[in-house]
């Protein structure tokens, strides 16, 4: 069972720039992928990022391309989101996802899932 806690959004100008967290229980040992979605009100959940086990393969969904990084520091069990020039339509709820296996940007794929982190971008 792995578990997964997400921190660090808030409210920003447009412009701004946020650093998402997203921290694995230490019990977890296996290699996993992880990735971020988000969710706005009214709308499908959404790829945003993803990462492979070690770090050597990252995806972006076209429209945080430029803007968001995805990275993980395996010693502490944790992948973050560093979003920069944020938009309005930004705003969503971010959530943190893992999965044993090959990086994926299909949110099926993946089995265990943090309570989400919400980011709201003013204009």
């Known amino acids: 069972q792995v578990q997964l806690v997400e921190s660090g959004g808030g409210l920003v100008q447009a412009g701004g720039s946020l650093r998402l967290s997203c921290a694995a229980s230490?019990?977890?040992?296996?290699?996993?992928?992880m990735g971020w979605f988000r969710q706005a009100p009214g709308k499908e959940r959404e790829f945003v990022a993803a990462?492979?086990?070690?770090?050597?393969?990252?995806y972006y969904a076209d429209s945080v391309k430029g803007r968001f990084t995805i990275s993980r520091d395996n010693a502490k069990k944790t992948v973050y989101l560093q979003m920069n020039s944020l938009k309005p339509e930004d705003t969503a709820d971010y959530y943190c996802?893992?999965?044993?296996?090959?990086?994926?940007?299909?949110?099926?794929?993946?089995?265990?899932w943090g309570q989400g982190t919400q980011v709201t971008v003013s204009s």
């Open positions: 996802a893992a999965r044993e296996g090959v990086v994926s940007g299909t949110a099926d794929r993946y089995n265990y």
């Open positions: 230490r019990r977890t040992s296996s290699s996993y992928a």
């Open positions: 990462i492979s086990w070690s770090g050597s393969t990252t």
